[in-house]
Nanobody, 120 residues
Framework: QVQLVESGGGSVQAGGSLRLSCAVF????????MGWFRQAPGKEREEVAL???????TYADSVRGRFIISQDNLKNTLYLQMNSLKPEDTAMYYC??????????????WGKGTLVTISS
């Protein structure tokens, strides 16, 4: 059973940066797709960035060029570096994972989320 624990959220002004972390527990060593999702108040959850086990990454149009998803396999930790933050980036950010390819199905494992608030 994979467990995901996010950290790194907080409040920053527009234009600032934050780095989110997601610690992964219970990983068996099989290929793992991991990603970041977010949900703003009153809105549906949206995909932010995905990372395949081979390192291939995809980003939502709204964050491409500003956010970077990365992974430290030695530390079993997924990161989301967020730069040039905008008020519309305000949301609860969730780490998620599934075994196999990212597009093979829905994410099976979710963290509890970390809150990011961007002020103008």
């Amino acid at each position: 059973q994979v467990q995901l624990v996010e950290s790194g959220g907080g409040s920053v002004q527009a234009g600032g940066s934050l780095r989110l972390s997601c610690a992964v527990f219970g990983y068996t060593g099989s290929s793992l797709c991991m990603g970041w999702f977010r949900q703003a108040p009153g809105k549906e959850r949206e995909e932010v960035a995905l990372r395949e086990s081979n390192g291939f990454t995809t980003y939502a149009d709204s964050v491409r060029g500003r956010f970077i998803i990365s992974q430290d396999n030695l530390k079993n930790t997924l990161y989301l570096q967020m730069n040039s933050l905008k008020p519309e980036d305000t949301a609860m950010y969730y780490c998620a994972a599934r075994y196999g390819l990212c597009r093979a199905g829905a994410m099976n494992y979710w963290g509890k989320g970390t809150l990011v608030t961007i002020s103008s």
